[in-house]
């Protein structure tokens, strides 16, 4: 069974910084793409960064310019480094993994990053 253990959320203040990671286990050789998705109360969960195996990546406008989305292939993992954080940030973050190994997509459990002063 492949899971996704994400690790790094936390509170910090405006202007911050916070480094999440993701990491598969479990049986599964081929990814097709990892990434990051938000939630914050009250609205849908949205796109924050993803990435394919062959390091494409995608951001949402919110975000450009601040995070940073990295992968290690050889080890399953993800990370999201997270700049000049803001209030608006403040959400659950869930890692996503697509791959054909699995027929589709999962989810990890979700990591809460709060930005407040």
């Known amino acids: 069974q492949v899971q996704l253990m994400e690790s790094g959320g936390g509170l910090v203040q405006p202007g911050g910084s916070l480094r999440l990671s993701c990491a598969a286990s479990?049986?599964?050789?081929?990814?097709?793409?990892m990434g990051w998705y938000r939630q914050a109360p009250g609205k849908q969960r949205e796109l924050v960064a993803t990435i394919t195996s062959g390091s494409r990546i995608n951001y949402a406008d919110s975000v450009k310019g601040r995070f940073t989305i990295s992968r290690d292939n050889a080890k399953k993992t993800v990370h999201l480094q997270m700049n000049s954080l803001k209030p608006e940030d403040t959400a659950a973050y869930y890692c996503n993994l697509v791959s054909r190994d699995i027929g589709g997509e999962i989810w990890g459990q979700g990591t809460q990053v709060t930005v407040s002063s």
């Open positions: 479990g049986s599964i050789s081929t990814i097709y793409a």
